[in-house]
């Protein structure tokens, strides 16, 4: 059996997955998920019109800050608002 501090943790944490990227908003702070890696994180600088691509301005130690990321819902990748 779980302990429930385990099974509400979870709960949170997916519930902070934003399903609909065109809801974010310049200057947000997110991470870029895939296969339950956290493989980016930073300030979304833009977000595409139909919402599925979102462009990423890297934060966290070593980040270049002058180099943006590109990020395509297509590449199978999840979002969290941190």
Do not use: C, Y
Request: charged residues 25%; proline residues 2%; without cysteine.
């Amino acid at each position: 059996m779980k302990a429930r501090g385990t099974v509400l943790s979870r709960r949170i944490a997916q519930s902070a997955v934003v399903s609909n990227w065109g809801t974010l908003t310049v200057g947000e702070r997110i991470e870029v998920v895939r296969h339950a890696h956290v493989v980016a994180a930073g300030e979304v600088q833009e977000v595409s019109g139909s919402g599925n691509v979102v462009w990423l301005e890297p934060a966290g130690p070593g980040a270049d800050e002058a180099a943006k990321q590109l990020f395509m819902k297509s590449d199978g990748v999840e979002l969290r608002r941190v």
